[in-house]
């Protein structure tokens, strides 16, 4: 009697060079805490390089006490914002993604989207961790990515926020996302490819709408 062959784990870092395969090895065999871990400690550093380069105390005259106190805020902040946000993110989103399934009637788990998830936020602190590299090289932008077309284009305003959500990273995740929703999901092509697009969307609503209150305020 012959055995079937055991699917492969799918691998973290494969999600660039194969990730249709990492799909496919996601729906058969989905791996969550190993990847999350490394995910973490990725965005731990990625958030920590970032916060470096903020001055918490811009042009205000500090003590050298309170300036090792920045530090120390800048350490912490960086340790709490890469543990929740990858797993508030990507909870998040596997949540969202469920209620669809069920609504649309696929047969997918709970733990087959959020290690799909997980899996693709590799993108995200890798964009997170080049960006933060490039600041410290050239210097901040002000909150901009190098890799979007707002650190490119300086613009202001609405615009700019438009300009800074258009990032080449942001736009590698949509793409593994659609996939992802239709390998993992068995989404529909025209289904899997809307669902990310509207979260862009609101995405770039939201940050029009903050810079309107902004402009508001400052006004």
């Given at each position: 009697?012959?055995?079937?062959?055991?699917?492969?784990?799918?691998?973290?870092?494969?999600?660039?060079?194969?990730?249709?395969e990492?799909?496919?090895?996601?729906?058969?065999?989905?791996?969550?805490?190993?990847?999350?871990?490394?995910?973490?400690?990725?965005?731990?550093?990625?958030?920590?390089?970032?916060?470096?380069?903020?001055d918490?105390?811009?042009?205000m005259?500090?003590?050298?006490?309170?300036?090792?106190?920045?530090?120390?805020?800048?350490?912490?902040?960086?340790?709490?914002?890469?543990?929740?946000?990858?797993?508030?993110?990507?909870?998040?989103?596997?949540?969202?993604?469920?209620?669809?399934s069920?609504?649309v009637?696929?047969?997918?788990?709970?733990?087959?989207?959020?290690?799909?998830?997980?899996?693709?936020?590799?993108?995200?602190?890798?964009?997170?961790?080049?960006?933060?590299?490039?600041?410290?090289?050239?210097?901040?932008?002000?909150?901009?990515?190098?890799?979007?077309?707002?650190?490119?284009?300086?613009a202001?305003?609405?615009?700019?926020?438009?300009?800074?959500?258009?990032?080449?990273?942001?736009?590698?995740?949509?793409?593994?996302?659609?996939?992802?929703l239709?390998?993992?999901?068995?989404?529909?092509?025209?289904?899997?490819w809307?669902?990310?697009?509207v979260?862009?969307?609101?995405?770039?609503?939201?940050?029009?709408m903050?810079?309107?209150?902004?402009?508001?305020?400052?006004?």
């Amino acid at each position: 009697m012959s055995m079937n062959k055991e699917v492969e784990k799918p691998s973290l870092f494969g999600m660039i060079t194969s990730p249709t395969e990492q799909f496919r090895r996601i729906k058969e065999r989905p791996k969550i805490w190993g990847p999350m871990a490394i995910i973490v400690v990725l965005f731990i550093i990625g958030s920590w390089l970032n916060m470096r380069e903020m001055d918490l105390f811009s042009g205000m005259e500090v003590d050298e006490e309170l300036l090792k106190l920045s530090e120390t805020f800048k350490v912490i902040g960086a340790i709490v914002g890469g543990v929740l946000g990858p797993l508030l993110g990507v909870l998040f989103s596997s949540a969202v993604y469920l209620l669809i399934s069920k609504i649309v009637e696929k047969n997918v788990s709970f733990r087959q989207l959020f290690s799909m998830n997980t899996f693709i936020s590799l993108i995200t602190v890798i964009g997170l961790i080049l960006n933060a590299g490039l600041s410290s090289l050239f210097g901040d932008l002000n909150g901009v990515f190098y890799t979007s077309l707002g650190g490119i284009v300086n613009a202001s305003g609405g615009l700019g926020v438009i300009f800074s959500s258009l990032e080449i990273f942001s736009i590698w995740k949509l793409i593994l996302t659609a996939i992802g929703l239709q390998k993992v999901a068995g989404y529909s092509k025209g289904l899997a490819w809307t669902i990310p697009i509207v979260f862009v969307v609101a995405g770039l609503i939201f940050g029009l709408m903050g810079e309107g209150l902004t402009g508001i305020v400052e006004g």
